[in-house]
Nanobody, 124 residues
Framework: QVQLVESGGGLVQAGGSLRLSCAASGRTFSNNVMGWFRQAPGKEREIVAVITWSGHTVYTDSVKGRFTISRDNAKNMVYLQMNMLEPDDTGVYYC??????????????????WGQGTQVTVSS
């Protein structure tokens, strides 16, 4: 059974930092694209960043230069380092993985595996 478990969320002041971690189990994802998505209250889930099996990264414009996605295939882990956090970054952050190997996507509906989410709250 595949599981993705996020950790590292919390409450932080604007300008602060958090590091989210996602631990995958049940299968290896070294050849799969993985990503972080977020959902703010009253808004749709949106992409934050994705990383391919080869380490290529894509970020949504609002987090470029502030967030860094990375992965450790040996540990089956994905990370999101978030710096210079802003109140608009507040939301539930989800780790996700595509089931198919070597297939790239930035569309949340095309990801089959999801974690339960971790809350990030940035106060002004």
């Amino acid at each position: 059974q595949v599981q993705l478990v996020e950790s590292g969320g919390g409450l932080v002041q604007a300008g602060g930092s958090l590091r989210l971690s996602c631990a995958a189990s049940g299968r290896t994802f070294s050849n799969n694209v993985m990503g972080w998505f977020r959902q703010a209250p009253g808004k749709e889930r949106e992409i934050v960043a994705v990383i391919t099996w080869s380490g290529h990264t894509v970020y949504t414009d609002s987090v470029k230069g502030r967030f860094t996605i990375s992965r450790d295939n040996a540990k089956n882990m994905v990370y999101l380092q978030m710096n210079m956090l802003e109140p608009d970054d507040t939301g539930v952050y989800y780790c996700a993985a595509k089931r198919e190997m070597l297939v790239f996507s930035t569309t949340s509906g095309e990801y089959q595996y999801w974690g339960q989410g971790t809350q990030v709250t940035v106060s002004s």
